[in-house]
Structure formats: structure tokens, C-alpha cells
């Protein structure tokens, strides 16, 4: 933990902040769906000589969120220098437990009070615009806006036309390796599979591989497919979807397969396998298992499909609106996040000893060779995936999974059973 860059009435409330939530909490059976929430009330500090001042910009500011301790403990010093610049804005902070955070702005929202913006993962976007519960921000966008931001990060704010706010992390799957148990990367597939199976033959596991949905379904990319098509069909039927079990099936030589469980991740930082699919997020956990010396990420292996790699799932974290804001109350919002997107704050948040944030923007230098390649492991992966039935896919896809991989059943039957079951329904004659 670094020491903090703060001013003495910031910290002392942060703390209190701290002392009362801890780290991110889980949810409790039986506990009321909005609970008590602990705030950070923030008074303007006085601007530097070296900064001048905004005061056209005035207002309030409460921020929602489910951030870790150390996160809140860099976002107090990216609150203070806003303030330096822009001394009419008063903010407040609220932390809630991640379990229910989104249930409880929700809820507040619908009921004409809450939070001036949120932060929480893309994957809320599509739900929170159903609801109604979040604002469209694309009038405060201008022409070239979006060219700050890594394209996609830009795409996990985009959905049906509707800009829901702005990207403030990004995070995804990527391919770790422990180099004390393998020197060298795997370029491709079958390399991957050779040096895995050479391993159980020395008594290693070799490769544990969860082939849940965050990590398998990706993987359809390569293989020229998509989950869903613009008219909103399946997009992995056909060849697509045979070519993406046959590929499962070849990374299935490498080791045991799970489905949606921690075993791959205790193997891995236990020395006992040298690959694992895994969220970027997990990176200081595996640097203090292993030692930072020892981890790696890899590029995305060549799959054998001419020219293709395999891809990862990116997402980011994101600040929502609340769609009750006057024009006022989102301009002073929108220089907020305007700032937390800039070159200052985004790279103060990625300081790998600090918040370790992935930046949305570019360009930007990173900050550590771990930093480093997961960047360039995002740029060959693929947006996760924004639409409403998306549960229902991620059922589908896991049941197929299970079928043809797992218990090594007919591609073509398991494949068609989640087709069937995702397609649109067909009216009956006359009906």
C-alpha cells in the first residue's frame, strides 16, 4: 500500500469510510435490499497556486460505488485535485457491498432519490437501461469523444444507440503463465496442449481449464461467429459452432476441464500448472502466489484456423447517470467523469502499488510489464457481450459445453440443442 497523497480532513473521513465496510462485502441471506449505506462528505480545499480555478462549474455530486479499500483510498486524491480545479463542487461518496450495489441504486432511482452516478461493471448496462434507471449521455459527447478511449472500452458504454455513461477501468480475460514452470509462451494451440501434456508426464497437472461462459464463449470469435447476430439470432450455428467445440476440444487434451470453479485458480497458485484463464483482476493475488517475478501474460495462441487467435472477454467499470439529473446537475457530473477519464487521473489510478486500475484511454504508458501485457492481451480480445437475453446464452452455451466436452458427447446434437433453445420461436400454423 502506498502512502497516501491526502490532505488530513480527507483522510480522516475516509477512513471512517473504511473502518465501517472493509473490504468488499458479500451478500447476506435475509438482509433488506437497500442497507444502510456509509458516506463521505467532501469540502472543497483551496486551489493551489499553480491551478486556476473553474468556477462557471457548481454543484453537488454523489457517488455510489463498491470499491476495495485501496481503490477509495487513490479516488479521495482524484476527488481533491476535481476540487482544486473546480472549487464549486461539493461531492459525497457512499460505498455499498458489490452484492447490492446495483439492486439498491436501482430501487433508489425508481423511487425519486439515490445517487447522482454509479459505478459498477458494463454487464449492468443493458439491465439498468430496461429499467429505465440510467441516462443517456450522448448529447454531452462530442464529435471525436470517443477517440480518447481504447475502442473497447468504448463499446461497453454503447448499447441500441444510447451512450450509458462513461468507462473508467477496463478488465478481461487473459492467459497467465507461471514462467518457473514454463520459460516460453505457447504461440499456438498445439504448442500449448505439447508442453501441458509433457508436464503431467513429469507429475504436474499441467493445465486445469474452466470452460465456463466468461472463458469459453470468446472463444466463438475466432472462428469467424458471434453469440448473436443484429437481428438478434444466434451467430454460432454451422460451421462456426463446430469449429469453436472442435477448438475446446483440442485445448481439452491439455488437462482436466471445469466448469465455473476455483480449482484451475488454487493449481495455478500452487505451482501445480503452468497456464490459466483467468480475470486480469486476479493479477496481484497470482504476483503474491507465485511471486511477480514468475507471472506472466501471455499473447492469445494461434488457433490453427488460418491466421486467428483465441480472445478473451473485455469489460470495464463503468460511471451510470441517474436519468433524474437537471442539465446543471449533469454538466457538473460530466466534468467529473471528463477528469477521471484525463491523462492525470487515469494514470494515478493504475499505479500498480495503488488503486491498479486498467486505463480506458490511449495513449497511455503503462505502468509495469504485467501492466503491460494484459494491455496488449485486451487489444486481441473481443467486447463482452451487451443484450438482455444474455442469461439465457450463457445457460445455453454452458449446457453445450458440458455435453461435448465434459461427458464427450455428439458436437453436432449439443450444438443444435442450444440453437433450438435460442432461436426465435416459430408461430404455429394459423396461430
Not at 497470482?286 to 495462441?301: F, H, K, R, T
Request: glycine letters at 10%; charged letters at 20%; hydrophobic letters at 45%.
Amino acid at each position: 500500500m502506498p502512502l497516501l497523497k491526502a490532505k488530513p480532513f480527507l483522510l480522516a473521513a475516509l477512513t471512517l469510510v473504511l473502518a465501517a465496510c472493509g473490504a468488499r462485502a458479500t451478500s447476506v441471506p435475509g438482509e433488506t435490499a437497500i442497507p444502510t449505506r456509509v458516506s463521505m462528505a467532501v469540502s472543497s480545499p483551496s486551489p493551489t497556486e499553480t491551478v486556476t480555478p473553474t468556477p462557471a462549474v457548481r454543484g453537488e455530486i454523489e457517488v455510489w460505488l463498491a470499491w476495495t479499500p485501496a481503490e477509495m483510498a487513490e479516488f479521495q486524491w482524484v476527488i481533491e485535485r476535481f476540487m482544486e480545479t473546480h472549487p464549486g463542487v461539493q461531492m459525497r461518496v457512499a460505498y455499498y457491498p458489490e452484492s447490492e450495489l446495483q439492486e439498491a441504486y436501482a430501487a433508489a432511482v425508481q423511487e425519486g432519490r439515490g445517487p447522482t452516478m454509479v459505478f459498477g461493471p458494463s454487464s449492468w448496462g443493458p439491465g439498468l437501461w430496461e429499467e429505465g434507471v440510467v441516462a443517456d449521455v450522448s448529447s454531452r459527447a462530442g464529435e471525436g469523444f470517443e477517440s480518447r478511449f481504447n475502442p473497447l472500452a468504448w463499446q461497453q458504454v454503447r448499447y441500441q444507440g444510447a451512450l450509458l455513461g462513461m468507462p473508467l477501468e477496463m478488465e478481461g480475460v487473459v492467459l497467465y503463465r507461471n514462467r518457473a514452470t514454463s520459460s516460453l509462451p505457447a504461440d499456438s494451440v498445439a504448442a500449448l496442449v505439447r508442453q501441458a501434456q509433457r508436464l503431467r508426464g513429469e507429475g504436474r497437472v499441467g493445465v486445469m481449464l474452466d470452460f465456463g461462459f466468461r472463458n469459453a464463449a470468446s472463444q466463438i470469435v475466432p472462428c469467424d461467429g458471434r453469440l448473436v447476430t443484429p437481428s438478434g439470432e444466434p451467430g454460432f450455428g454451422g460451421q462456426a459452432g463446430l469449429c469453436w467445440l472442435d477448438l475446446l476440444g483440442r485445448l481439452a487434451q491439455a488437462g482436466p476441464v471445469i466448469l465455473n470453479g476455483d480449482a484451475d485458480l488454487a493449481a495455478f497458485a500452487s505451482g501445480d500448472t503452468a497456464w490459466l484463464l483467468e480475470s486480469s483482476g486476479r493479477v496481484d493475488f497470482l504476483s503474491e502466489a507465485i511471486g511477480s517475478a514468475n507471472l506472466a501474460v501471455d499473447p492469445w495462441p494461434r488457433t490453427g484456423q488460418a491466421a486467428s487467435r483465441m480472445a478473451g472477454f473485455v469489460w470495464t467499470e463503468n460511471a451510470y447517470l441517474a436519468p433524474r439529473l437537471t442539465p446543471l446537475q449533469q454538466e457538473v457530473a460530466w466534468a467529473f467523469l471528463v477528469y477521471m477519464t484525463g491523462p492525470e487521473a487515469q494514470a494515478y489510478l493504475s499505479d500498480p502499488e495503488g488503486a491498479a486500475h486498467l486505463p480506458v484511454v490511449r495513449p497511455f504508458e503503462p505502468r509495469s510489464r504485467l501492466q503491460a501485457e494484459i494491455l496488449a492481451a485486451f487489444d486481441q480480445g473481443t467486447p463482452w457481450p451487451l443484450f438482455p437475453d444474455l442469461p439465457r446464452y450463457i445457460t445455453a452455451l454452458e449446457r453445450t459445453v458440458r455435453l461435448a466436452i465434459v461427458q464427450a458427447g455428439n458436437p453436432e446434437v449439443a450444438l443444435q440443442l442450444a440453437l433450438d433453445e435460442l432461436s426465435p420461436a416459430t408461430p404455429e400454423p394459423g396461430g
